[in-house]
Nanobody, 116 residues
Framework: QVQLVEAGGGSVQPGGSLRLSCVAS????????MNWYRQAPGKERELVAG????????NYADSVKGRFTISRDNAKNTVYLQMNSLKPEDAANYYC?????????WGQGTQVTVSS
């Protein structure tokens, strides 16, 4: 079965950095685009970044452009989200996402806190 396991969240001060990872299993990773979403308390889940199956194309929410970088290692079945210059408004639970055969799968999420 499809599994997505996120890691790397934590608490940082504004301006700090974190690198999230998501290890995938249960499907042919290199064949599928991957996404990172986030959800803050009281807000809807929003798309943060996406990457094509071979990593040749990426897209970002306007709010994170220039600060976040999505990447993937198909040999390790892992997608990453490098987050720099973190702001308090980046605080949220971050989720890895993939759509396989018309079914959307989510990881359990990893919490990011940004505060001084």
């Amino acid at each position: 079965q499809v599994q997505l396991v996120e890691a790397g969240g934590g608490s940082v001060q504004p301006g700090g950095s974190l690198r999230l990872s998501c290890v995938a299993s249960g499907f042919i990773f290199r064949n599928y685009a991957m996404n990172w979403y986030r959800q803050a308390p009281g807000k809807e889940r929003e798309l943060v970044a996406g990457i094509s199956n071979l990593g040749t194309s990426t897209n970002y929410a306007d709010s994170v452009k220039g600060r976040f970088t999505i990447s993937r290692d198909n040999a390790k079945n892992t997608v990453y989200l490098q987050m720099n210059s973190l702001k308090p408004e980046d605080a949220a639970n971050y989720y890895c996402n993939v759509r396989v055969w018309a079914i959307t799968y989510w990881g359990q999420g990893t919490q990011v806190t940004v505060s001084s």
